[in-house]
């Protein structure tokens, strides 16, 4: 699975201190079965939506924008 949007705000401590990730609003999941690499599809970029609409792009893997493509490495 990639996240798609792992911003400061989608990061949260609970009580006993362990980070946790949430709003996962643009995650995507591999659509190869488990023995193969993992293939993620990937919306275009659409500049038109309204900010609400997209990833934050401070934040955003450049390639998922500029190559419409995303890999479990898009989310470091």
């Known amino acids: 699975m990639v996240h798609g949007n792992i911003t400061p705000e ?3 401590l609970n009580k006993s201190g362990a980070w946790k990730i949430m709003g996962f609003d643009f995650c995507v999941s591999s659509t190869n079965p488990s023995e193969q690499e993992p293939k993620f ?9 309204p900010s609400l609409c997209l990833p934050n792009p401070e934040y955003l893997a450049p390639e ?3 190559s419409v493509s995303c890999e479990t490495a898009s989310d470091m």
């Open 10 to 12: 989608n990061i949260i």
């Open 41 to 49: 599809p990937c919306k275009e970029w659409d500049p038109n939506l």
């Open 64 to 66: 998922y924008i500029l």
